[in-house]
């Protein structure tokens, strides 16, 4: 079956600093992944979705970036974090099953920046 | 930006009652449509998905879909405490690759 990990589960980070979050999936191929923003008692912002290793699309334009390095390993990246960058931040990877792209969460990663 | 519109609620329903859930989009070439349950400080899982019009059931679960009316709608029968969380409405629009989603209606079950 397939599992989605992301890390660390939890970061406090002083504005300026950077950042990087991890997200692995594992027992599937050629997933499609995304990273989702939930700031808090909101909904989901999609930050940026890959078809594929070294494929990135970027839906909302901000300091963060993304890389997919390996097939199954997604990036979120800051040179400086904001103290807007706080939040829930969610992996994804979807599933194309019978042509419906069915997506499914890692356990998320909560950022603070002060 | 197309839309998905839910009531941010709370929802309190009695324990044993049917809870229901609506969520309403504006892109009227959307295809599939899919209902999440997101426990606080956890991340959003998968309830069900719909693509077709009608109902379709799974166990205490029922997805209803109106494409007419650019509506879709989650009951919940026999309600129970366990069931107190956010449910989000996304939505899977044509020709985007990524889901848009509510911002999500509370429910609260009274035990």
């Known amino acids: 079956s397939q599992t989605i990990h992301q890390w660390p589960a939890t970061l406090v980070q002083p504005v300026g600093s950077p950042l990087s979050l991890e997200c692995t999936v594992e027992g599937t191929s050629n997933p499609n992944l995304y990273w989702y923003r939930q700031a808090a008692g909101r909904g989901l912002q999609l930050l940026f979705y890959s078809v594929g290793i070294g494929q990135i699309s970027s839906e909302v334009p901000q300091n963060l970036s993304a890389s997919r390095p390996q097939d199954r390993q997604f990036i979120l990246s800051s040179k400086k974090l904001l103290l807007s960058d706080s939040g829930f931040y969610l992996c994804?990877?979807?599933?194309?099953?019978?042509?419906?792209?069915?997506?499914?969460f890692g356990p998320g990663t909560r950022l603070l920046v002060l | 930006q197309k839309e998905v519109e839910q009531n941010s609620g709370p929802l309190s329903v009695p324990e044993g009652a049917i809870a229901s859930l609506n969520c309403t989009y504006s892109?009227?070439?959307?295809?599939?449509f899919f209902w999440y349950r997101q426990y606080s400080g956890k991340s959003p899982e998968l309830i069900m998905f719909?693509?077709?019009?009608g109902d379709k059931e799974d166990g205490r679960f029922t997805a209803q879909l109106n494409k007419a009316s650019q509506y879709v709608s989650l009951l919940i029968r026999d309600s129970q405490p366990s069931d107190s969380a956010t449910y989000l409405c996304?939505?899977?629009?044509?020709?985007?690759?990524?889901?848009?989603f509510g911002s999500g209606t509370r429910l609260q079950v009274q035990p």
């Open positions: 994804a990877w979807s599933d194309r099953t019978g042509g419906l792209e069915t997506q499914y």
């Open positions: 719909i693509y077709s019009n």
């Open positions: 892109d009227r070439g959307s295809q599939s």
């Open positions: 996304a939505v899977n629009e044509r020709g985007r690759r990524a889901l848009t």
